[in-house]
């Protein structure tokens, strides 16, 4: 396969300087594009190899992409948490010194979402609420949806709110193209990162609407429950 440099993402915007900043938790079953989805709102499109200078591993499986800045009228950079599969009580922990999350992301595979997805969004939903982190803080990123019809994807979004009881209107529920280029075939990179380019515009532009935070660490120093699972 070609190497596909920063160059494939032409039309990308510049970093700049930064006035306001986004935090953001990620959280999904693994495969679901969480990695991914942190790595190009918080800016860094190179290999896994190059990005892994710019993650700071905060524990043993969650770490935190501190991003760059971006846009033109309004400047924000995006810090994304990788949650990579760690367990409730790890994430409990990490976040208990945490005072700002403005909001969080459930991603979803379109090629999970019937098979494990109806078994683990409720634990998703319950850490999130624990945290005070609900309702319309909460997005949902339909991820590895590239090859499906637009009939197949609203097929997907009714079944899923259907399922989950989830009353939420785009643009709460966004399907989005976060592929690594540099994993994919040189003759379809230039297509692909056209989508990819505008998923990360779309998302970013939804998240910087989230300017109030959630002060999560207040919440858990509160909560004698979630104290009890973390010093268990």
Do not use: W
């Amino acid at each position: 396969m070609a190497h596909i440099t920063q160059s494939a993402y032409s039309g990308f915007e510049a970093p700049v300087e930064d006035l306001q900043t986004r935090k953001v938790l990620v959280l999904g079953l693994p495969g679901s594009g969480k990695t991914s989805v942190c790595r190009h709102v918080a800016g860094f499109y190179e290999q896994s190899d190059d990005i892994k200078l710019h993650g700071s591993k905060v524990s043993y499986e969650i770490r935190e992409y501190k991003g760059k800045y971006f846009g033109q009228s309004t400047k924000t950079r995006y810090t994304m948490i990788d949650t990579d599969n760690a367990p409730a009580k790890q994430v409990y922990d990490f976040l208990r010194f945490e005072k700002k999350i403005n909001c969080a992301i459930i991603c979803i595979s379109c090629e999970l979402f019937r098979r494990e997805l109806k078994n683990e969004l409720s634990g998703m939903l319950s850490l999130l609420y624990l945290l005070g982190i609900s309702g319309s803080n909460i997005l949902y990123v339909f991820t590895h949806g590239e090859t499906y019809t637009h009939e197949a994807k609203f097929k997907f979004v009714s079944e899923f709110k259907k399922t989950f009881d989830i009353d939420t209107e785009y643009p709460r529920v966004i399907y989005g193209c976060f592929n690594n280029l540099h994993e994919t075939n040189g003759v379809y990179s230039s297509l692909i990162a056209t989508d990819v380019s505008k998923s990360i515009t779309e998302l970013r532009e939804i998240i910087s609407k989230y300017s109030r935070s959630i002060n999560v660490a207040a919440n858990i120093d509160k909560s004698e429950y979630l104290k009890k699972i973390i010093n268990s």
